[in-house]
């Protein structure tokens, strides 16, 4: 279930209230549960051949379906990270810094779980924890980073309507958040 914290500690757990709270941004987030759920052992997996990776995709097809009327995408791929993952620590550095992009991004968390921030108009900060059989989409041009948590595990549906929609376009927006909870609870941020 997805948690957002807010600059003043604030934590909500509710998606309605989520959802209200990341509505100045447009930011969609709701619950899609796996409608094909005989893929669970292979969301387990670290390690995926094509033909499972396939095997998922076609597990979570209704909703690309949807998507691809009620938003225009054209295709999807799955994204498998883990410790092992060759390219997890460049994914890491690429999108842990403030950017926006072109296109929408949007997910829909298979297995594991992640990080998402964001700068709201004010310039204020929060970061919302989206997992398992949560979908999200953050709008073209909304200021946020992206990031793992410490588990390293993510499997995940990547929605896309253009090429190079997703190209981060970095912003020069420090992000203070993590400082700041840090400062209030040592040892307790992830």
């Given at each position: 279930?997805?948690?957002?914290q807010l600059?003043?500690?604030?934590?909500y757990?509710?998606?309605g209230d989520i959802?209200?709270?990341?509505?100045?941004?447009?930011?969609?987030?709701?619950?899609?549960?796996?409608?094909?759920?005989?893929?669970?052992?292979?969301?387990?997996?670290?390690?995926?051949t094509?033909?499972?990776?396939?095997?998922?995709?076609?597990?979570a097809?209704d909703?690309?379906?949807?998507?691809?009327?009620?938003?225009?995408?054209?295709?999807?791929?799955?994204?498998v990270?883990?410790?092992?993952?060759?390219?997890?620590y460049?994914?890491?550095?690429?999108?842990?810094?403030?950017?926006?992009?072109?296109?929408?991004?949007a997910?829909?968390?298979?297995?594991?779980?992640?990080?998402?921030?964001?700068?709201l108009?004010?310039?204020?900060q929060?970061?919302?924890?989206?997992?398992?059989?949560?979908?999200?989409?953050?709008?073209?041009?909304?200021?946020?980073?992206?990031?793992?948590?410490?588990?390293?595990?993510?499997?995940?549906?990547?929605?896309?309507?253009?090429?190079?929609?997703?190209?981060?376009?970095y912003?020069?927006?420090?992000?203070?958040?993590?400082?700041?909870?840090?400062?209030?609870?040592?040892?307790n941020?992830?």
């Amino acid at each position: 279930m997805a948690r957002l914290q807010l600059e003043d500690s604030t934590i909500y757990t509710n998606l309605g209230d989520i959802a209200e709270e990341l509505a100045p941004l447009n930011i969609e987030i709701r619950r899609l549960p796996l409608k094909k759920p005989h893929t669970t052992e292979l969301l387990a997996q670290d390690i995926l051949t094509l033909s499972q990776k396939e095997q998922i995709l076609a597990a979570a097809d209704d909703y690309f379906e949807e998507f691809k009327h009620t938003a225009g995408y054209q295709w999807r791929e799955l994204t498998v990270l883990h410790p092992g993952s060759p390219y997890l620590y460049a994914l890491i550095s690429q999108f842990d810094r403030c950017h926006t992009h072109l296109d929408d991004e949007a997910l829909y968390i298979l297995a594991g779980e992640c990080i998402f921030g964001f700068v709201l108009p004010d310039g204020s900060q929060m970061e919302l924890i989206v997992e398992a059989q949560d979908y999200i989409n953050v709008p073209s041009g909304v200021e946020h980073w992206f990031r793992p948590t410490g588990s390293l595990h993510l499997k995940a549906v990547r929605y896309f309507t253009t090429v190079g929609g997703w190209m981060p376009q970095y912003t020069d927006t420090e992000i203070y958040f993590r400082k700041a909870m840090a400062r209030k609870y040592p040892g307790n941020c992830s």
